[in-house]
């Protein structure tokens, strides 16, 4: 009986050496930087670098374009302020009555000539 004890043991010392041989080869295999999903994961990690460079590109970029924005809102109100204060002195100013032309005025004379001619398109000797 322990013979057999010792015979089954071994059989799973074996078996499971083996299978820890098969998972350390899948294991170098998923983890391979050129071909496995550890090269995935590096080039993502690249990407990501990458993109949050650009983000922090595009928020000064961002930034300045919300200050210049904010600067030129600035001088559009004060001058539309100027404006405001032209258009009510305007209204300052008292009306002063047109002088009425009462006579007709004559009639422009006909030209001589038609104004627009017709053209044809021949051979010019």
Known sequence: MELIADILLAAGAIGAGFYCFVLGRRLNRFNNL?????????????????????????????????ETLS?????????????????????DIPDVPKARVDAPQ??????????FTRRTVGARK
């Open 71 to 91: 600067d030129l809102t600035f001088r559009a109100e004060q001058t539309a302020k100027r404006l405001e204060l032209q258009m009510a002195s305007l209204h």
């Open 106 to 115: 004559p009639a422009p004379e006909s030209p001589s000539e038609p104004m």
């Open 34 to 66: 050129e071909k496995g999903v550890g090269g995935a994961v590096a080039v993502l990690s690249a990407q990501v670098d990458d993109l949050t460079k650009m983000l922090a590109a595009a928020q000064s970029t961002a930034s300045q374009s919300a």
